[in-house]
């Protein structure tokens, strides 16, 4: 797997998957904290379909700032690059933004959720 593939696949599985997942662990009641128990209880007053525009929002919601992120870190706004095996990642795409999106994109590579979410 290339330094591009292995950043792609964190970016899904550690920060879009980790969110989604954590999401639908609330809507489902799973995990006990109070403040997740008050949101399981506040969610589950809504109807099926309701849940379904919720999931899409927030789906939705990420994915812009996971698109925003890789922007920036293209860009190397205030510096920021990232490097693998001591090459910037930014240099081995023609769009990082764009690695995300489409059928061969990182989200259907590796996310469990695949480009449409949850």
């Not at 910037?88 to 449409?116: C, M, P, R, V, Y």
């Amino acid at each position: 797997m290339g330094n591009l593939d292995k950043f792609g696949k964190v970016i899904s599985e550690d920060l879009r998957d980790s969110i989604l997942n954590h999401y639908l662990d609330i809507e489902s009641g799973f995990i006990g904290s109070p403040i997740c128990k008050e949101l399981a209880a506040q969610l589950s007053a809504f109807s099926d379909e309701q849940k379904k525009v919720i999931r899409s929002l927030l789906t939705n919601c990420i994915d812009s700032g996971i698109h925003d992120f890789l922007v920036a870190i293209e860009e190397e706004r205030e510096g920021v690059s990232i490097q693998i095996g001591g090459k910037n990642i930014a240099g081995e795409s023609d769009g990082l933004n764009g690695e995300i999106f489409t059928g061969d994109g990182w989200f259907d590579k590796f996310s469990q959720h695949k480009e449409n979410g949850i």
